[in-house]
């Protein structure tokens, strides 16, 4: 369902295969949305959100290291973003879920929502900016 476009490459092999993967999570967070089998996703999410953010955070490191290296003069302001976005995942309160199905599905719709739009936006409005100024 879910998978980076070309449009969305930067033409940076490294930085293209880890937004690669965040396409990945962000499929895999509509699929937990989507199992129709499942009772109480908590530990599903519980993982999503771990995997994000651990993930992101090797992400936005690699990232704002590539950016060091051209030199890039708004870095300091890409990485308060990567920081926005890291704190909009810590701040899910996964305790309020348990043994509440209709919640956990809110949670992950919106998890996908804010993922997915927030990804399509950074790469395209943010990220292509430090590509085109390597040019």
Known sequence: MYAIKPEYLTGIESIDKEHTKLFELADETYQILHNDLSQDKTSEIV????E??????VHFSNEEAYQKSIQY???????????????????????SLENDLEQQNETVES????????????????????????K
């Open 47 to 50: 993982r999503l959100v771990s």
């Open 52 to 57: 994000l953010i651990d993930y992101t955070r």
């Open 73 to 95: 003069p708004y870095l300091e302001e890409h990485a308060k973003q990567h920081r926005q976005f890291e704190d909009s995942l810590l701040g899910i309160d996964i305790d």
């Open 111 to 134: 998890i996908l929502e804010f993922l997915v739009n927030w990804l399509i936006n950074h790469i395209l409005k943010v990220d292509l900016l430090y590509v085109n100024y390597n």
